[in-house]
């Protein structure tokens, strides 16, 4: 019965990390070859990054420049110190990406390996 117990921790482990894992995908569309498809996918992340960074307050100006960074200990003592949006655009960035992909035709489909 030890042995038994000893192993439950490690099945434990086993089955979080295959809940963990993921499908990979990419993006499919009927009419399009990879070299269009690559090419579409770059011109979406580049719209997408720009779109992330105007949504996110340290493109406007901060006064005094240390102001808005995390680092202000000068601030007013009943506000806190804010970390701009900047530092977590990453999640709006790939949501535009999804969108734009989506609005050009194409569809996430998982990738399917060829047999060996």
Do not use: H
């Not at 399009?32 to 340290?58: F, M, P």
């Not at 990406?97 to 989506?102: F, G, I, Q, S």
Request: hydrophobic residues 30%.
């Amino acid at each position: 019965m030890i042995r038994v117990a000893s192993r439950a921790p490690l099945l434990s482990l086993l089955l979080l990390l295959s809940a963990c894992t993921t499908t990979p995908t990419e993006w499919v569309r009927s009419d399009t070859g990879a070299v269009q498809r690559d090419g579409d996918y770059k011109d979406c992340r580049n719209i997408a990054w720009k779109q992330a960074l105007d949504e996110s307050s340290s493109t406007r100006p901060l006064y005094p420049p240390w102001t808005g960074t995390g680092f202000n200990s000068f601030g007013a003592p009943w506000r806190e110190p804010r970390t701009p949006s900047y530092f977590d655009r990453g999640p709006r960035e790939a949501e535009f990406t999804d969108y734009c992909m989506r609005e050009r035709g194409y569809r996430l489909q998982a990738v399917v390996s060829s047999p060996r």
